[in-house]
C-alpha cells in the first residue's frame, strides 16, 4: 500500500526537499504551500519522475483552506498517513519594533498553521492506527535569536505541542517529533544574505562545529527516516540537525 503525506511549504526550501526525497521513497506526494503555482510544479517534477503528486495552494493559517486541500488530496491520493509541516515566515525585526499585527501573522502561520495542518489529518491515523507526524520546528526556539522573538517563540510553540501530541496519540500508533535546523540554504536564507540582514554562506558555516551550512537535502534525509517504520519506537523528540550546535 503507497502511503500519503502532505508537505506543507513543499515549493521551495526544505520542504521541497522533504517532498523530492518522500517521493524518491515511494510516498504518494501532497505538496501543499501558498505559492500555488510552486506547489504544483513541483507536483509535476515529482510526477515527471515516477512518482504521484498533486499540488495546491493554500494559506496553512487559513482552517478553511487547509481543510479543503487536505480533502482534495485525501480524494485523490488516499487517507493520509503522514504529515510534515514546514509552512514558516520568518520576520527580522528588533523586538521593540514589532507591532501587534507583524507578532500575530508570524504565529498565525507558523504556530497556529501547524494546529489547523495536523488536526485537519489526525483522524485518518487514528483511523488507521498508524501515522507520522514531522514538525519543523528551529534551532532559534531553543537558544534564542536576536530579532526573532516572534519567529523563536512560534517555534518553540511547535517544540511544545509536538511533545504534547506525541503523548497524547502514543496509544493509537502515531509518532510526533520534531527537526529543529540550524542554517540551511534555501531561498529565504538567500534572500537576506543579498539585502545584507545575514552573511555569505561561508562566513555563517564558520560559526557551526561542521564548517558548513546544512542543505534542504540535510533536513529531508533526517525527516524521511522519522517517517519510517524504523522509527516507529522514536516520538516526542526534537532531532537537532544544525551541524553540531550545542542546544543545551
Known amino acids: 500500500m503507497t502511503r500519503v503525506a502532505v508537505v506543507t511549504g513543499g515549493a521551495s526550501g526544505i520542504g521541497r526537499a522533504i517532498s523530492t526525497r518522500l517521493a524518491d521513497e515511494g510516498y504518494a506526494v501532497a505538496v501543499l504551500d501558498v505559492n500555488g503555482e510552486g506547489a504544483e510544479l513541483v507536483a509535476k517534477e515529482l510526477s515527471a519522475a515516477g512518482g504521484k503528486a498533486v499540488g495546491y495552494q493554500v494559506d496553512v493559517s487559513d482552517r478553511a483552506q487547509v481543510d479543503h486541500a487536505i480533502e482534495k488530496a485525501r480524494g485523490e491520493l488516499g487517507p493520509i498517513g503522514v504529515l510534515v509541516s514546514s509552512a514558516a515566515v520568518a520576520v527580522q525585526e528588533p523586538f521593540a519594533e514589532i507591532t501587534p499585527e507583524s507578532w500575530n501573522r508570524v504565529l498565525a502561520i507558523n504556530l497556529t498553521g501547524t494546529f489547523n495542518c495536523v488536526q485537519s489529518v489526525i483522524h485518518d491515523m487514528v483511523d488507521a492506527q498508524w501515522g507520522r507526524i514531522v514538525l519543523i520546528s528551529s534551532v532559534s526556539a531553543q537558544t534564542g535569536a536576536p530579532s526573532l522573538a516572534a519567529y523563536s517563540a512560534s517555534k518553540g510553540g511547535v517544540i511544545a505541542l509536538t511533545r504534547t501530541l506525541a503523548l497524547e496519540y502514543a496509544s493509537s500508533g502515531l509518532t510526533v517529533n520534531s527537526i529543529a535546523p540550524s542554517a540551511i540554504d534555501t531561498p529565504a536564507l538567500r534572500k537576506k544574505q543579498e539585502a545584507g540582514i545575514l552573511p555569505p554562506s ?18 529531508a534525509a533526517s525527516c524521511a527516516f522519522l517517517c519510517s517504520d524504523q522509527a516507529s519506537f522514536i516520538t516526542g523528540q526534537i532531532m537537532g540537525v544544525n551541524g553540531g550546535t550545542f542546544t543545551g
Do not use: Y
Not at 202 to 219: A, H, M, N, Q, S
Open 202 to 219: 561561508d562566513v555563517l558555516g564558520k560559526g557551526l562545529p561542521v564548517g558548513r551550512i546544512g542543505t534542504g537535502e540535510d533536513i
